[in-house]
């Protein structure tokens, strides 16, 4: 069946019909209004292609280099939390696609795989870590020693979350993790049998790198147990003289954050909203992108995330300034409605949607994606005064 999915929205659709409807609005929807998820989603639309012509494209050259690795493409797998939730293949199934096809993995401080795990399913694959600053030094300590053992080449350190957003689905869907059995569920479980038999037999939804969460919390009792209000710039100050491979933080939207980040020694930023699930009514993340490469100049590594759904989305944003995207619900959709072959599947999709559309802009190395084939007005100049894009 996952031959027939032609795009990531084919996925998606797939997903709705294998999972429960609270797992499914989990990854699917995002916080408030969800007017930010929308936003970063309509951003990638107004970019309009501006081919060279004449160009030779054969034997296209889809690589770029980060972090002095050649990766396949400009694109990193994403943190996602519970990512065994989703599928009970997992982290280790979304680490193990992206050694395959040469691209990075970042697992989360939540995530329902261990950091040593994951390191055993993908033995040669670049691995990063995403660390919620927690308000416990020991437990911030443990997570970054086990890292550095277990050969994770970059941290990324996520700052859009010192409180929890308000996922209204997830209140109205009751999601608590693990799952609790009620009448809602029981309903559920006899809709997608298939989901809920593989989530008994493979184990329960620990977090397997933080200690366990007693009880079954709703997502918002887990994110005031984990994330620390307090964090502040004195933390990244502590996190780079501790960490020694490469540092980058996420969850930045604003030209004057990315160069105050960078000039206290982060390597780079993820230009990130957190896809829309913390703070409603920011910047969708394209709108800002340019105007952050500019502020943090050509030496940092600027990513991006948020609405990343299309190979063409790779290519404007690579045009507009990213060194690359991090994609998240692209490929849990795929692993939701095929476990570890959808989530080949979702990288082939925007894999070829990004080759294709190199070429058809006569460009023929990734490296040679320019502003010039983009044309794009960020929608910021009344919708966001406070921010010169
Ligand atoms: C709200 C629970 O980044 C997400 C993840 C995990 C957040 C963990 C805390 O769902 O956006």
Do not use: C
Request: charged share 20%; aromatic share 8%.
């Amino acid at each position: 069946r996952l031959e027939h999915a032609l795009t990531v929205r084919d996925l998606r659709a797939a997903a709705r019909r294998t999972t429960p409807r609270a797992v499914f609005d989990y990854v699917d929807g995002a916080a408030e209004e969800e007017i930010t998820a929308a936003r970063n989603v309509a951003a990638y639309r107004r970019v309009t292609f501006l081919p060279d012509a004449l160009r030779p494209v054969a034997d296209p050259d889809t690589s770029v280099e980060l972090f002095g690795s050649r990766v396949a493409m400009p694109l990193v797998f994403a943190p996602t939390g519970y990512t065994r939730m989703m599928h009970h293949h997992g982290e280790a199934a979304v680490a193990g696609v992206a050694e395959h096809v040469g691209v990075p993995y970042a697992l989360s401080t939540v995530g329902s795989t261990s950091i040593e795990d994951v390191r055993a399913a993908a033995p040669g694959g670049d691995l990063w870590f995403q660390l919620y600053f927690t308000a416990d030094p020991a437990v911030n300590e443990d997570l970054l020693s086990r890292a550095e053992a277990a050969g994770y080449s970059t941290l990324v350190l996520t700052v859009d979350t010192t409180v929890s957003g308000m996922r209204y689905r997830d209140v109205v869907n009751g999601l608590t993790i693990p799952p609790t059995l009620t009448a809602r569920t029981v309903l559920d479980m006899s809709r997608f049998p298939v989901w809920w038999f593989n989530k008994l037999t493979t184990g329960g939804l620990t977090f397997a790198s933080l200690a366990d969460v007693p009880g079954n919390p709703t997502p918002g009792e887990v994110a005031s147990m984990v994330f620390d209000p307090g964090l502040g710039l004195t933390a990244l100050d502590w996190l780079r003289r501790r960490w020694r491979g490469n540092l980058l933080v996420k969850g930045v939207t604003t030209p004057a954050s990315a160069a105050e980040i960078v000039e206290r020694g982060a390597d780079g930023v993820v230009v990130s909203n957190h896809g829309g699930r913390q703070l409603d009514r920011s910047a969708a993340t394209l709108d800002v992108l340019p105007a952050i490469r500019a502020a943090v100049g050509r030496q940092a590594t600027v990513l991006i995330d948020g609405g990343v759904l299309h190979g063409q989305d790779v290519v404007a944003a690579r045009a507009l300034g990213a060194d690359a995207v991090m994609i998240g619900r692209a490929y849990l959709y795929g692993l939701m409605a095929g476990g570890r072959d959808g989530v080949l599947r979702a990288y082939e999709i925007l894999a070829q949607e990004y080759q294709r559309s190199m070429q058809l802009l006569g460009v023929r190395r990734s490296e040679d994606l320019a502003e010039r084939h983009v044309a794009f007005a960020p929608h910021g100049a009344g919708e966001y005064p406070n921010v010169s894009v």
